[in-house]
Nanobody, 126 residues
Framework: QVQLVESGGGLVQAGGSLRLSCAAS????????MGWFRQAPGKERAFVAA??????????YYADSVKGRFAISRDNAKNTVYLQMNSLKPEDTAVYYC?????????????????WGQGTQVTVSS
């Protein structure tokens, strides 16, 4: 099991930027997909972004709602995954979670992931 700790959340005005980090307690195998999800009050946990394992080139995937504004990246040497969030909107307000997929395959659903962090709050004011 991989222990994940998110950081970097906070309060930002609309149009601003934040960079979330997800530090893993163990080595993030190059075989693992890594993802970011978010959950707003009263809503289900939703896919935000994912980055595939290195063997298939570290391909990135994004929800339509964040495409062009958010960027996911990984630093395997630092056991860390990042989510750069630009042009933030009030509707981006949520708790953001990172997760690891050790099985491969799909990256879009919460059930595709095995281990989760505790989440970090992002609040975007209008």
């Amino acid at each position: 099991q991989v222990q994940l700790v998110e950081s970097g959340g906070g309060l930002v005005q609309a149009g601003g930027s934040l960079r979330l980090s997800c530090a893993a307690s163990g080595r993030i195998s190059t075989n693992y997909h890594m993802g970011w999800f978010r959950q707003a009050p009263g809503k289900e946990r939703a896919f935000v972004a994912a980055i595939s394992h290195t063997w298939i080139g570290g391909s990135t995937y994004y929800a339509d709602s964040v495409k062009g504004r958010f960027a996911i990246s990984r630093d395997n040497a630092k056991n860390t995954v990042y989510l750069q969030m630009n042009s933030l909107k009030p509707e981006d307000t949520a708790v953001y979670y990172c997760a690891v997929n050790r099985r491969g395959g799909s990256v879009y659903g919460p059930l595709d992931y095995d281990d989760w962090g505790q989440g970090t709050q992002v609040t975007v004011s209008s």
